[in-house]
């Protein structure tokens, strides 16, 4: 597992609407396989059936075996690409919720059950491959908690590839920190607080309850998504991966993940641990404290990186305020700060999420 180099060996592969963060690898040294997965036709009388197999794919094996060792396999449901274009009427545009890097988002309703649900369509000719997107299906058939967003179903109806998600009704961290609209009301301390403590209590389930444990690698606002109530879920697995087992400290991968949120230690060496999702939770933590993009490319030359504009300041407690969102508007006290700063202490290598969030 691991080489997804031909998917994103090129930078393009990113986010058409920031001009922060996005989704890379590093640049393949030898030619692409051709390691395309096929994944069988649907049935026309569709039941529900456990994600799809593939014969060539070491992910896929890997995630299976753990799934039978679990016996926690939760069937996604197969839709046919015709349910899903009348779920969302036909990808009409009013039911566009979102765009990222490897498709478009739609809110849908399914015909049979009422539920609603969001659709992701995968571009045809993009960067997110079959392996991706196997990788998310059998993850998340896996993986069940209350802070990982729930797969209903999936197609793969000739080349079209859709992930049918739980709808989230307040969308992503990044509609509600980063990318304020004017009627938009900003986040108060103690939902970014809470929204915190379930990306940290997502993670924690991951890497020490899922057994072997597994690593997101996809740690950043736009993928911790929102209930009403701010609860918050991870979501997008298709880079996830299997963690070290037994004596081993990291499994080697080609680098994959988002700049401003990957991991140095890990972006050098190529050597994952969970520590590289610690580390990009403490990005993610940083943002919600200033209300700050990873990667800002609109900013001064020494403001774009978040992480090295803020580095400084870690060291000098008096300068903590410094670091608040302006749009906390007094909301966030000192005490709060240096509470909050062991949480964001952790964007140093190898850190461990801290245990006091304040609430
Ligand atoms: N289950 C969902 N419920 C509601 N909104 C969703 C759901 N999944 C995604 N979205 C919305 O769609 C947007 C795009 O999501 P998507 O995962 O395609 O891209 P991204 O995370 O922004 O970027 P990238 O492609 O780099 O991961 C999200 O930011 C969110 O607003
Ligand atoms: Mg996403």
Redesign the pocket.
Known sequence: MGCFCWFSSNEKN??R??NG???TAQQPAYPPRNDHIHIAPQPKNRKPRPPPESNDNKDARDHKEAASGSGHVMAAQTFTFRELAMATKNFRRECL?????????Y?GKLDKSGQV??V?QLDRNGL?GNREFLVEVLMLSLLHHQNL?NLVGYCADGDQRLLV????????L??HLLDLTPERKPLEWFSRMKIALGAAKGLEYLHDKANPPVIYR?M?S??I?LDRFFNA?L??FGLAKLGPVGDKLHVSSRVMG?YGYCAPEYQRTGQLTVKSDVYSFGVVFLELITGRRAIDTTRRNNEQNLVSWAQPVFKEPSRYPELADPLLQGGLSCERLESSGCGCSHVSPGGAIGSSIDL
């Not at 919720?97 to 498709?103: A, L, R, S, T, Y």
């Not at 998600?165 to 992503?172: A, V």
Request: no cysteine; aromatic share 8%; hydrophobic share 25%.
């Open positions: 990113v986010d609407r920031r963060a996005r989704r919720i979102g765009e990222g890097g490897f498709g478009r988002v809110k649900v969001a992701k997110q967003v998600y739980e709808y989230m009704p307040m969308g992503s990044e509609d996809d950043k736009s993928n998504l879920k979501s997008d988002t």
